[in-house]
């Protein structure tokens, strides 16, 4: 199945029952339903579908107006760019609302399409989720494999409280991975996938799919890694992963945001400080003069040299 | 007249298929004048000359107006025990328009001497009332209307309570047919009540004991305010009764371009069980809707409340006592006064920075705004937001915001939300004429339009930016015509009279919970405590208006609370409505009141 269809199908099935329920945004309902994310939406008698206007700020407002009012919302964004329109409202709204209410009732979910396929221009390839989360200490979830959509979707789409769910836009016509979890922490912010002596891999961002694409291949060499998907920006525990790593004593860490502050540098900082480390192989993303242009948006690996600078016989 | 053989009926060619009987068993002791009222008064004082009580019963006007001078000459001057029975009497014959309002028969009755005037308000008032005319030996006049309206019960006396509220302090005293309308206006409000004079002249001066345990004192007639209204206004001067408040509810002195039913006539001068009603509401704070612009004691306390809380906050302030930034609002008391006065429990109020009026509006209380400014758990919110972000969601304060524009999208999804429940509240908007800058105020505007949601989006018009003013920063910007944009509805409020302001939000919200549409509201404010500001780069000053912190030309040192002498401040307005000394004492009341609240 493919990544979009699948994210659909659990998004029509959350949707679908609540009462007084607003799902919101430009053209949901309409076209394309956003490439397909909001594709046959269908809700209860008392919930409505607004094909709102062009209206990003307003409508981070709008959301925040009705949790206040008791009542849920979704408000589903074309591309995460659009969201730094509504940046007022993820930090001084979302902050005076947090500092007043202790318990919510009802809750608000922002969910993106981050724009990272590519030859999209200067203004429509924004990436970096992570920098949304952080500047009010935001929960937001990334979605990269079957088991997180699931998992985010029903649990966390309507659920009180606000946060933000970003998508891929590179992996929507791609099959979606499906690999069961086989740890993941109390918030879903950080979930393992594989376990495995000789490499620990962790995944920022969106580049979950590129450390699969890196075990699969160890794994043709027989080389068996433990792979993390880390999902959101929420402050982690990182003890998990540095077990694995006194285990491993090699760690892959990729991240694929274009920010100048990747979350990955708080692990990073966190290896080097509690355990010794016999290769630490970092993965961002090289920025070339050209970033700014219509490019494609792939980080390229090389999974040769990595392979080779593990130095595993 | 099978008791009283002296009873002599005489009438004006009127009362057909009512008096037949009379003249059928009393032939020598009836007799219909013609159309001759002026005639009939001389031939009723004639008859008393031969020793008769004469009874003269014609349309209401033509015996009392038509026929003064008679009246005046014939029956006063001489003391004759002669009874005027008026029929047709208020706005009863209404469709025969004004020739035919009889409106202004006791202001003229009034005047003369010896005559005893009567308007019953029951079928028992009226025998009562009948058969104390035929003990007089003075001229009286019985001002009776078509009403069937019954008390089913024997009554004490022709002035009498009909509904006792001890918990009130509002008095309505009235007569006559608007006694059943008072009645019925306690049905749908029951906080006052209901005093039946239905004897107006000579008044009896035992009223006085009942007076004295109410403040507001609501006349309530279907004549000129020259009828009871006047009487009582006499009655309360010559007693020296002090404190109380005098309101007339009654037909205006104009006779108009317009008539209709005696019903159309009473609700276009407020004389309908619902219009009396909402006025009594608003005299008690309650909300309400259409009635004349009068300033009660409790919108003038809830006024001057506001002021002098402020003023104690800014005595503090002078003296650096708080840690956080507060925006005061010396001067938009009025206005966040008739915010309040509007809303129901399930409207939602959404502010800005300078929101302290509306909280203290909402609160009526002092203390826990100044328990939270100091940061101390007693306060609002447990002392955690500050000022700019003080909310009170008990009180209908759903959100605050110190970012200019932000307010207005929140508010969006607040109305939206009070649409999807099926709830009945309206969403009210307060933001500066700067948030209008912000691209946010045309977005949820839009948005409020297109998604059918009611709110009130009230823009205070300070002309003023923080240092700035508008026409310093930006070309001026015509919000009639851009609501007109989005087809939104625009009113302009200024003045400061809170009674009008009450009066025309209520109706904007009515209009906007009824045609599910936003209004735009402008209403002119001017944020008082302006100073002269001197800097190496202005060294001969320049004017400033108050935006933030303490406002240091003003002070808590007078008796009255007034700033400026003009309708800028609130206070000169209520001033101007019911005099200083009336100001002073309640500043006084109010002052020793919140200096104990806040001890």
């Not at chain 1, 608000?108 to 429509?124: A, E, R």
């Not at chain 2, 059918?452 to 910007?477: D, F, G, P, Y």
Request: glycine letters at 6%; aromatic letters at 8%.
């Amino acid at each position: 199945m493919k990544y979009i269809e699948y994210v659909n199908e659990q998004i029509r099935n959350t949707v679908k029952d609540p009462e007084n329920l607003v799902l919101f945004g430009q053209n949901i309902n309409a076209g394309s339903r956003l490439g397909g994310l909001t594709k046959g939406l269908s809700v209860n008698p008392t919930s409505k579908i607004i094909n709102s206007t062009n209206s990003e700020n307003s409508l981070c407002g709008f959301g925040f107006g009705l949790m206040l009012n008791g009542v849920s919302s979704v408000f589903f964004m074309k591309q995460l760019d659009f969201l730094l329109l509504g940046l007022d409202h993820l930090v001084n709204t979302y902050n005076n609302i947090r500092s007043t209410i202790n318990d919510p009732k009802s809750s608000f979910t922002i969910m993106p399409i981050i724009m990272d396929n590519g030859y999209q221009g200067s203004q429509s390839s924004l990436n970096n989720f992570a920098d949304f989360c952080s500047i009010a200490r935001i929960p937001g979830y990334t979605i990269s494999t079957k088991a997180e959509a699931k998992k985010f979707i029903s649990t966390k789409l309507i659920s009180p409280g606000f946060r933000i769910i970003g998508v891929s836009a590179r992996l929507f016509k791609e099959e979606i991975i499906d690999a069961p979890i086989i740890y993941e922490n109390t918030d879903s912010s950080l979930i393992q996938y594989s376990n495995g002596m000789n490499v620990t891999i962790v995944c920022f961002n969106l580049s979950f799919p590129i450390g699969w694409n890196i075990l699969q291949n160890l794994k043709k060499d027989n080389i068996k890694s433990s792979i993390f998907n880390i999902t959101t920006l929420t402050p982690i525990n990182w003890e998990e992963i540095l077990e694995n790593v006194r285990e491993t004593k090699k760690i892959i860490i990729i991240d694929d945001s274009k920010s100048q502050n990747l979350a990955c540098e708080n692990l990073i900082s966190f290896l080097h400080d509690n355990c010794d480390i016999l290769k630490k192989i970092i993965l961002k993303r090289k920025i070339e003069n050209n970033w700014l242009y219509p490019i494609s948006d792939e980080m390229v690996v090389d999974y040769q040299k990595i392979k080779d600078s593990l130095h595993i016989v | 007249m099978r008791k009283d053989e002296k009873i002599f009926f005489l009438m004006g060619d009127t009362g057909y298929n009512l008096v037949e009987p009379l003249f059928e068993e009393f032939p020598d002791r009836t007799l219909n004048v013609g159309v001759a009222e002026q005639n009939m008064i001389g031939i009723a004082a004639g008859l008393c000359n031969m020793g008769f009580k004469p009874v003269c019963y014609a349309i209401s006007q033509f015996l009392t107006q038509r026929s003064y001078e008679q009246v005046r000459n014939d029956l006063c001057f001489h003391d004759y025990p002669v009874t005027l029975v008026g029929t047709s009497t208020g706005l009863d014959n209404g469709p025969l328009w004004a020739t035919h309002y009889v409106v202004d028969d006791i202001g003229c009755l009034k005047t003369l001497p010896n005559i005893h005037i009567y308007s019953p308000s029951s079928t028992e008032s009226m025998e009562k009332i009948f058969n104390e005319t035929m003990n007089l030996s003075h001229p009286s006049y019985i001002r009776i209307t078509k009403s069937s309206f019954s008390e089913s019960k024997t009554i004490e006396g022709v002035n009498r309570f009909i509904l006792e509220n001890e918990n009130s302090d509002t008095l309505v005293i009235s007569h006559g047919r608007m006694i059943k309308n008072s009645l019925d206006a306690a049905r749908i409000f029951p906080g006052f009540s209901i005093f039946a004079m239905d004897r107006i002249k000579p008044v009896d001066d035992s009223i006085a004991d009942i007076i004295k345990n109410y403040t507001n004192l609501v006349i309530i007639e279907d004549n000129f305010k020259s009828g009871l209204y006047s009487t009582i206004c006499q009655f309360v001067a010559e007693k020296k009764i002090n404190g109380k408040y005098l309101y007339s509810i009654s037909v205006d002195e104009d006779f108009g371009a317009i008539t209709g039913d005696t019903s159309f006539l009473h609700n276009k001068f407020g004389l309908s069980a619902d219009q009396i009603s909402n006025f009594i509401k608003k005299l008690t704070g309650d909300a309400s809707i259409g009635v004349p612009a009068v300033i009660g004691k409790n919108i003038v306390e809830k006024i001057l409340r506001i002021r002098l809380s402020q003023m104690l906050i800014n005595e503090d302030y002078k003296k650096s006592k708080f840690k956080i930034p507060i925006h005061l609002a010396f001067g938009h008391e009025s206005i966040a006064t008739a915010v309040s006065q509007i809303m129901n429990k399930n409207d939602k109020l959404v502010l800005s920075h300078r929101n302290v009026a509306y909280n203290l509006a909402r609160l009526g209380k002092l203390k826990p705004i100044l328990d939270a400014y100091y940061l101390k758990s007693s306060g609002l919110t447990d002392g955690k937001t500050g000022s700019m972000n003080l909310i009170n969601r008990e009180k209908g304060i759903f959100y605050t915001s110190s970012i200019l524009g932000n307010n207005f999208s929140v508010s969006t999804g607040i109305a939206m939300g009070e649409k999807i429940r099926s709830q009945e509240g309206i969403t009210i908007i307060l933001a500066g004429d700067g948030a209008i800058e912000e691209g946010s105020f045309h977005e949820s505007l839009l948005l409020l339009k297109s998604l059918e949601l009611s709110a009130l989006v009230i823009i205070e018009n300070n002309e003023w930016s923080m240092s700035t003013k508008i026409n310093e920063r930006r070309h001026s910007i015509n919000l009639e015509k851009f609501a007109e944009a989005s087809a939104i509805k625009y009113v302009k409020l200024s003045g400061n009279n809170p009674i009008q302001y009450i009066e025309k939000l209520d109706d904007l919200k009515q209009f906007s919970l009824k045609e599910k549409t936003p209004v735009l509201i402008e209403v002119m404010v001017a944020t008082l405590g302006s100073r002269i500001l001197k800097t190496p780069e202005l060294p001969d000053g320049q004017l400033i208006n108050y935006h933030a912190g303490p406002a240091p030309t003003i002070n808590l040192e007078k008796d009255n609370p007034k700033i400026i002498d003009d309708i800028s401040d609130p206070i000169f307005v209520l001033e101007k409505h019911v005099g200083t000394k009336t100001i002073e004492e309640i500043t006084k009341t109010l002052l020793k009141e919140l200096n104990s609240e806040i001890k």
